[in-house]
């Protein structure tokens, strides 16, 4: 008899990292769901269920041969929010299987303490507050000799995904003059968000504040490093939000330092960071351990766009959330598969 | 011969302070400028110049005898921010002197820092870069497990003049429920604002986040005391922004210690802070030297705003960028002159 | 025995027009209210409650030996909309007596209408009708040969109070560039409003779309005259929104005939206009008969303000809501009373 | 020798319809450009390009048979924004080959007229001049008495994609109480853009102000008919902006006719309208001739969006501003090829 499955096969997610309870009893409506979340499901009980399989969630391996026998699949959700090369996505995008990742629940956190960290680099927030532990705060306009306004600053922001537009919207109020670098995008979708479009380099020398939200490609490894830093104006502020490799980490560190520029920074090149690298001493850093976008209401959203997807999908119709793998672009992404929530 | 001088006796600010070189030249524009900024300009150099005066821009004492020798005086611009006790405002009144001061200079750096430190609260960045500096940073969820995300968070503002609805207007993108205590206001000021008008415990007991922006009266100091806290949700976040003493300052230190709500503070009750003060090592509060209004910005905005005013008063037209002096009003304030700038 | 008298002289408007049941309860919640609606009230009615009189709400003759009798008088507001030269002023500010109107009533309707027409204008709405009425109707492309597109369009505004700034938050969505003339106002108001300061002569000729909203003054009669209006650009779209006063009529109706700009009038010299008026059958004009404010709500705006503001003023603290009468001002303005409601 | 041919084939369109010159300049650096704009790309003539085709703008019949001989295709645009059943989807996904259209293009055009003749039914726009020709204009309030105000007023949208966002983003300032009716998009798009998720029919039922902008499907024919119109609150306003279809023409007609609601309408079952159409002499109509969208602007930002995308896609990268045909969403889609530009 003819059975709708939904494999669940979310590590390093669980089912209730990312789904309120409202939600997992909306998937449970969408078929008989099939868990596996202590371990990755093992191979033989993946195999005995593609043929019943409607939906999948998760990051299970997806090659031609599994494909072929999942006669009634349509999407498979992955819920790591990095596509990964384990899905074979020709033989998907032929069969118009879905393959998707609502990858954008975590852009608002992540915007948020970007503006976050952008302010206090602004206007010293830490620094005031561990000036004044210490006895050595100062009062009134001396003690905003070293700030800067955020408020009518020119802003650059690399990289003008769902998180560089979000951080786009939330700075509205503040007037900023925005330039905009991504060579992924045409014009329009920056004009439109009352942007300028830039080369990197005008962006560098001409920001006070430079975000950067850029996705590691095969072709922008450590495309920031000490000839870009030093186009940056003595002073400003660099954060880094999104992959560590698209900067030269030493670089930067250095230009921190050394005083050039003053930095925020919530990803490294090793995590967790050694109990004594060097960043852990370097002044005119601040600190966040790849925490911005894994908060508890980013993961439930993870949950809720997946499910809202899959409820289209499994009336036929596109899902609206939730980011497709192009077979393009996927080839390009250099993403390490997460293995902290 | 007929002279139009404009007193300037701008203590504790300085020419220099409050104008940039164009603001400057436009002052010069306005009159024959006599400036006293070493020292409060003597009594029988104001006596002199009494009669030709027809602006003072300054905190001059002007009594009845002295406004009744200043046959052309038409406007006396306070640059210092704060309305005190030491002009005749009825006479004033009634011989249409304008008594006017930028206080809303302010308004603007304020707010934004405002907005910083309750991001910085509510997203843990100050600790965060703290714990990481030691070695005990936490990733991902792990490292949220104390914070919580400001959009959408319940918000409360008590006070509601420039800087309330300035700070209101930076959290827009956010979508907040706002709340707003003033009993100076008409229900449709703060409607307009798109905020919903409150009791002060009906703000507090439901707020995440609370901003205190309300001036000292004769009727409000200590208004927000060990009670009021008590009121508080477990975890909320409290701003103290305006002037420490419309809260009970012990109480406030109380609730933050005891991990009962999070606190930051711009004020305090004797500035500069002793050294041996208890607020240095309060746990759950981040601490700022009364110093988010006083940026290099803001000290030009109050010489512009009082510039332009001056313009338009010497072309008989009514002031548009200061605060009027309203004498029921000017009877209630109880502020201190900021000795430092 | 005291009394506390409100006296209500409110015509043309009554208090019907401009209350709502709840805003008449909190009216009697300030006073022992005395009407009179059928006529003006009688002098002698008048000067028996002037002793007891707190708060007058109407257009009343208030010379100085009136006011000297009415020793507890608080506040005039003037519920007409516009300040006459019936009120010695200058004992009320000496008295302390506020004098308020709350004309900024009918800024959210006027507004709102203004837009309407400024689109109808340029997309040629009315015309568009009227011409499917009859036949004529073009499809597409060749329909839009006259109009033009408002989003994007440089639009200018003569006159920037109430009604010129909220016309400005409305269009925002549009992403016009936005000058405004109004020589009584400081540069930093307009652009605040992310506006441009211009001259009148600048934004006539740089506008695809000018509105006026300016008042008339003893200054600025017919200012907007014939070599105005050969400074716009031919198809542009004008709309007088304040005062005919303010134009001189002729040259625009002139200017709307011969096909040089398109123009869109809510006021007329004399109101109502003649029959056979040749307003009624120029070409290029949109007509709509002084009726943009007079809405339900606006009426009931205006009772709802100025009792909030008497609440405040009876607690002793300034009003909030109204406009209050400057006296050198209200010596400039030129206003009609208003017949009709 | 290989060559990299650009089949243009715009008919109903135009090359210089469509594009400004800058644009055409950027569509020749793609490739080598062969236009036929007169007539429909002969067979032959498209069967001789079809090895050497790397894209094709506009309408060309792309079964399998010519699909296979493309080799070197990367996308078919049309550009006349409605997808027809004249492609081989399926091919095209699985060959990776892009179908998509720039029909967002018309959204911002429609949009700002949608909003005008709201704003017309609203406050009486049209019907006041026609009543001041004839000399039968109301004054003030009077001339308000059929008219309610747009601000504040309950909205309903029907249908939310580019053109019922964007219309959703014009009204902001507005500050209406939005419902919206999509039962193709999830919860989650309806609420972040401050819009509540609604039934059909307690969207009708509630709103002041309906504005349709569904597509039509095989499944939504005619779904607003005499019931639906029967559940709208007397003196509402109904605009049809999309498509005739998806109403009972003669339905809305009777609702508007007899006085129950006011409707404009820009859409017809057949276009052009037969001269005796009742439609013309119908009351409580406001009529446009299909000519909403079809503005200057809107033609070239079609091009220019078209171009845009096609840069992108032979840079390896997917296009962003152009709708992708979703092979199942099309086989929905019931449009009639445009006859007119």
Chains 1, 2, 3, 4 share one sequence.
Request: aromatic share 6%; hydrophobic share 45%.
């Amino acid at each position: 008899m003819s059975r709708d499955v939904i494999l669940v096969d979310p590590l390093p997610r669980t089912v209730d990292l990312i789904m309120d309870p409202s939600v997992k009893a909306r998937l449970h409506r969408l078929g008989e769901v099939v868990i596996s979340e202590d371990r990755p499901m093992p191979a033989e009980q993946v195999d005995a269920l593609l043929p019943d399989a409607v939906l999948i969630f998760g990051q299970t391996d997806m090659p031609k041969e599994r494909l072929d026998r999942a006669r009634k699949l349509k999407a498979i959700i992955n819920v790591e929010s990095n596509f990964l090369p384990n899905i074979d996505y020709q033989t998907c995008v032929e069969r118009g299987i879905w393959v998707i990742t609502p990858a954008s629940a975590f852009a608002s956190p992540v915007a948020e303490a970007s503006l976050a960290m952008a302010l206090d680099l602004a206007r010293g927030i830490t620094k005031a507050d561990r000036d004044f532990r210490v006895g050595a705060e100062q009062y009134g306009l001396a003690g905003n000799e070293e700030t800067f306004r955020f408020a009518g600053a020119p802003v650059g922001i690399i990289g003008f995904g769902d998180l560089g537009q979000q951080l786009r919207e939330l700075i509205r109020p503040f007037r900023n003059h925005v330039r905009v670098f991504d060579p992924w995008l045409p014009e329009e979708i920056v004009q439109r968000a009352d942007c300028v479009p830039s080369s990197l380099d005008e962006l560098l020398s001409e920001s006070q504040v430079v975000f950067v939200f850029a996705s590691v490609t095969s072709e922008n490894e450590g495309f920031i490093g000490a000839r870009e830093f030093s186009l940056m104006r003595k002073g400003a502020a660099f954060l880094l939000m999104s992959r560590a490799a698209v900067v030269d980490f030493p670089a930067m560190l250095e230009a921190a330092g050394s005083g050039h520029i003053r930095v925020a920074t919530d990803v490294f090149p090793e995590e967790p960071v050694a109990p004594d690298d060097p960043v852990r001493t370097t002044p005119g850093l601040l600190l966040s351990a790849h925490r911005t976008g894994g908060t508890r209401d980013a993961f439930y959203a993870l949950g809720s766009m997946a499910v809202a997807d899959a409820e289209l999908i499994m009336r036929g119709l596109p899902p609206q959330l939730c980011r497709r793998a192009d077979p393009a672009t996927v080839r390009r992404l250099r993403s390490k598969p997460v293995t902290v929530s």
